[in-house]
């Protein structure tokens, strides 16, 4: 717009324009909070009955057996805790070095080989790699030395290579926006490759790392079908033994899964999936602020030091 | 989770409308058959076969499990629900509410066999050993007379029929108990999880209705009722003399009394022809009825 053009009302007309630009941003970006909101005052309506009728006690059981009354949570968290700790010792070295690889080692012509064939991994629906699970990984883990092929185990290894392509594209992209003089200035005062990567870029690129785990988590946490073929759905927490991961495992959303087509609408049952749901939402909430307050932390950025 | 949905339908426009009320519409007829897992595949048989019989009526048959079915039946929006287990008084209950009055139909028996893999040396259980071995009061294979390892359980999940079922004869052998499936039992999702596993685990120990059973892959256990009963394979000829202890009647519920086409589709299953198929199925086939 030129100068010649902005008259009073040329003026008023373009104020009146960022207004509703402005409310139209700010609704859109309220709305997500009012749909989290929304979410979760969905789920605490149906789950509040369940409270009514059920004390501290019922939930703190040790068993999950609804056809019977018994609502424990133990087992589904602990399923669902040890299913998605597995995955990120599997998924977090892997995904971070090949992240480093490509944005700080790899020459081109690898990096355009490697980067489309990441993003189609991230492109295979859950329930084929829960099917190959069960049909190729099971019986390799069986065979192993567990007692069945069905363990936390064989989801957790699943729902790494489910939540590798996520954090290796974000963790990469983190690692592109490092800003080039960070490394041109390491390397000037004679750091070697290496320690432009360990000691400059990556503490730099450390937020964009650490949102690119906590994806990887979400994607843990909330898988479902595969999981659900995977894990044998026993509603047991195993002893705390060197073969824990090679124990079968419930997890909550299996649990949700598994029962909710079946449950009379309004039933305790009913409301005690909601609140299930609730519990699985709670704890993505906090894995998810205690993430941003580490991010947050962060800030100023720690200077570099050789 | 088996949703086998087939709708056999002539191609007629009414078919698939999911506008038409369930029960009759002119020309071309539609049920709505929903239920049981255990059930899907004999429904499915007779659906098909059933067009030969009176291509007017197409039969759209899902699966879902029995507490779906009758959960559907409930509600109104189908027209048969197939159950491996009878109605409970609160589902009855509830049907009563909405205005329906469930009329029960015993369309097949199932005989329930439980299987190991073909290299487990143990070849029969007693139904007290069973419920001893799925409440974790046995954990090892040595003490039923077999290997020393580990008995892997396998069970449906909680929510089908079969299970049910199961928990009440077999688990607490017929008697009003607290007993339940020890919290190492794996839940499956279906029938065929049960078999799979079965398959390549040496160790395991799971239940199927007999139509899912393949004697060439699992081995099928001879059960007795206690350790002075003669023991018995389950086969459509124990079964249906019952001297196979874990057999049960497989179930279908419609909405009041069957009228008009529902009428007629109920009488063909019950009838030789029907019959016919359950046999072919691996079911027990009903006595004839009146």
Known sequence: ?306 | MLLLTLLLSGCGPAAGEAADPPGESVGQRAIQNKGSDTLVNVALAWAEAYRQVDPTVSIAVTGGGSGTGIASLINGTVDIANASRAMKPEEIESAQANGINPVEFVVAIDALAIIVHPDNPVERLTIPQLAAIYTGRITNWSQVGGNDADIILLSRESNSGTHVYFLEEVVRGGEESEQIFAPQTLFMPSSVGITSEVRRNPNAIGYDGLGYVDPEHEKILAIAEDENSPYYEPSVETASNETYPIARPLYMYTAGEPTGAIQEYLDWIRSPAGQEIVAEIGFVPIEETP
Not at chain 1, 74 to 103: E, K, Q, R
Not at chain 1, 287 to 306: D, H, M, Q
């Open chain 1, 1 to 306: 717009m030129t100068t010649v053009e902005r008259t009073n009302g040329g003026q008023r007309w373009q104020q009146r324009k960022e207004w509703l630009i402005e409310a139209l941003i700010r609704v859109s970006g309220i709305s997500a909070i009012a749909l989290i909101a929304l979410i979760f005052i969905f789920l605490l309506r149906e789950a509040l009955p369940a409270f009514g009728q059920l004390g501290a006690s019922d939930f703190t059981n040790s068993r999950w057996y609804p056809i019977e009354d018994k609502f424990g949570l133990a087992p589904l968290i602990f399923g669902t805790l040890l299913v998605t700790i597995g995955a990120l010792i599997m998924a977090v070295p892997v995904g971070l070095t090949t992240a480093v690889y490509l944005g700080e080692f790899a020459p081109t012509w690898q990096r355009e080989i490697l980067k489309p064939l990441i993003e189609i991994l991230a492109g295979i629906p859950s329930i084929v790699l829960g099917f190959l699970g069960w049909i190729a990984l099971a019986p390799i883990v069986q065979r192993l030395g567990a007692s069945t092929g069905l363990t936390a185990f064989t989801g957790s290894f699943i729902l790494a290579y489910m939540a590798l392509p996520t954090m290796i594209s974000i963790a990469e992209d983190a690692l592109y926006a490092v800003p080039r003089e960070y490394r041109d200035g390491a390397l000037a005062i004679g750091a070697t490759r290496w320690q432009t990567t360990w000691r400059v870029v990556l503490p730099a690129a450390r937020s964009g790392i650490v949102t690119a785990i906590m994806l990887g988590v979400g994607r843990a946490i909330g898988e479902t079908m595969a999981v659900m073929m995977v894990t044998g759905n026993a509603a047991n927490i195993p002893a705390l033994a060197p073969d824990i991961f090679f124990q079968p495992v419930r997890t909550m959303t299996a649990t949700i899964a598994a029962e909710m087509g079946e449950v009379a609408q309004g039933s305790l049952h009913y409301n005690v999936l909601f609140t299930v749901g609730i519990v699985l939402f709670v704890i993505t909430f906090a894995i998810n602020s205690i993430a941003a307050s580490v991010v947050g932390r962060s800030k100023p950025r720690p200077r570099a030091s050789l």
